[in-house]
């Protein structure tokens, strides 16, 4: 597993669009095999600040698995125009144990 963040600085003027879009586009990673899980979260103290995280099986499962379906163009059509507001996109791997 291996987990994406994007991070994303959205104007207010477009957060009701682009919390939209990203509902729009979740019910892609739903159907996804290779999507583990997600969530979108907004900063308390920076409410123009975004971060989206997503679990993937593997690098490999995103990046050939996802980005090559028709789930993904789907995904990246609602996204796209928030696409030049991304300030990181990475994968990571969790170190560690993890708490509930």
Do not use: N
Not at 18 to 33: D, I, P
Not at 39 to 46: A, K, L, N, S
Not at 58 to 70: A, I, L, W
């Amino acid at each position: 597993m291996v987990i994406e963040y994007i991070r994303y600085r959205i104007d207010a003027s477009r957060r009701d669009e682009f919390e939209r879009a990203y509902a729009e586009g979740s019910r892609s990673l739903e159907t996804s095999s290779h999507c583990l899980t997600y969530e979108v979260g907004r900063g308390v103290e920076d409410p123009e600040s975004y971060i989206v995280r997503i679990e993937w099986d593997s690098v490999e499962g995103h990046e050939q698995g996802f980005r090559k379906s028709p789930e993904f163009g789907e995904f990246f059509a609602a996204v796209k125009p928030f696409f030049d507001d991304i300030q990181e996109m990475r994968h990571y791997e969790a170190i560690g144990p993890t708490v509930a």
